[in-house]
């Protein structure tokens, strides 16, 4: 079988060339024909020798997940299926602005923590992606877009907020981070690249000392209580641990502060008073809110919060000097929103028919 040459982060792709009698500089040569031109064919690289080139045609590919669907919503954002092989298939979403390409990628085929507010959740889980099946969906999402008029690419901006929980993948994760960092791939900034999390706290820790990148929490509550019931891992890492965590990644990020992501569900979690008991929890760490309407999906069991209530909440916040922004809704015609991402997953975890069964 060949090797997927996207499997390797930089320095994994310098000794897989050593292996092979090949100098270091070739695999920088590789990376940069791979990611800065999104070139896959090894005869097209014309500054390898071509004795090189036949030996690459015989032991390795440049092979991204293949795309099942696509669709363009009428904002003009895009979201692809792709095909990751044994019967599943994952969701990468492209969301175009004046100043930035943002890219939303998946790490895993489905997801294990069943967030109550989250489709993907309710999907179950099959298994983590590999790290060619992460950075492949920005190396499909910039191929197919095609570059700039300036050259450039269109993805600026890459955010691990897909399928999946990034944290739990955490070898793939960090390999393709380090290639979308690395200057002969994609050389993004590290404040550009955003890794979001439900609070694994132990990974959160290690990422800070492997390859700190800006940092995104799922939070939803302000109290244990009430993320016990919408995001179940809040029960092994409670709040007390997670916000102890984020001090600790600060030491190290990118940015001065966490973004907290805050789903607005009716009645559930967007009341004033439960904005108070946020800015005491929160009260020590340097952070802004993201507030997201929430993105409703079959058999949801909550509604979007009134855009009046989301107001009135954000302006708690802001009055306590947080800085706090509502997300606006992009993609949703087309299920592309926050929360909305189901893709196509074998559940090994037996979910949906637990449910299903529990239902009649």
């Not at 380090?178 to 002969?184: G, I, Q, T, V």
């Not at 990974?203 to 929490?217: F, G, H, N, S, T």
């Not at 999906?297 to 979007?304: G, N, T």
Request: glycine residues 6%; neutral net charge; charged residues 25%.
């Amino acid at each position: 079988m060949k090797q997927n040459l996207l499997d390797f982060e930089p320095d994994a792709m310098t000794a897989w060339f050593a292996e092979h009698g090949e100098k270091p500089f070739r695999a920088k040569q590789v990376l940069r024909w791979i990611y800065k031109s999104g070139e896959s064919d090894f005869d097209a690289m014309s500054d390898l020798a071509k004795s090189l080139r036949e030996k690459l045609k015989q032991i390795a590919c440049v092979q991204a997940p293949t795309v099942m669907r696509e669709e363009t919503a009428s904002d003009g954002t895009r979201k692809w299926l792709l095909d990751v092989g044994t019967g599943n298939a994952v969701e990468t979403v492209y969301i175009p602005e004046e100043d930035r390409g943002t890219l939303c990628v998946s790490t895993q085929a489905g997801c294990a923590l069943d967030c109550a507010f989250c489709s993907t959740g309710k999907q179950g889980f099959n298994r983590n992606l590999s790290t060619a099946e992460i950075i492949g969906q920005v190396w499909w999402a910039n191929h197919q877009l095609g570059k700039n008029e300036d050259g450039n690419w269109p993805v600026t901006n890459v955010v691990l907020m897909g399928m999946g929980e990034p944290l739990l993948n955490f070898d793939s994760t960090v390999s393709a981070l380090r290639l979308m960092l690395d200057d002969n791939a994609y050389g993004l900034s590290r404040r550009r690249v955003t890794v979001s999390t439900s609070g694994v706290v132990p990974a959160m820790d290690k990422l800070r000392d492997e390859c700190p990148v800006a940092l995104a929490i799922s939070l939803h509550a302000p109290n244990d209580a009430l993320r016990n019931m919408l995001v179940p891992i809040n029960q092994k890492y409670p709040l007390r641990e997670l916000m102890a965590a984020c001090q600790r990644y600060l030491v190290k990020a990118p940015r001065d502060f966490v973004t907290f992501e805050y789903v607005m569900l009716a009645g559930v979690n967007d009341g004033v008073q439960q904005a108070r008991e946020l800015i005491d929890l929160v009260r020590d760490v340097p952070c802004k809110f993201n507030l997201i309407p929430f993105n409703p999906f079959p058999q949801a069991p909550y509604q979007r919060s009134e855009m009046e209530a989301v107001k009135r909440f954000r302006d708690v916040l802001m009055q306590a000097d947080i800085v706090t922004t509502i997300r606006k809704v992009r993609g949703d015609d087309i299920a592309a929103a926050c929360g909305q991402l189901a893709g196509q997953v074998l559940d090994k975890t037996k979910r949906t028919q637990r449910q299903v069964e529990a239902g009649r």
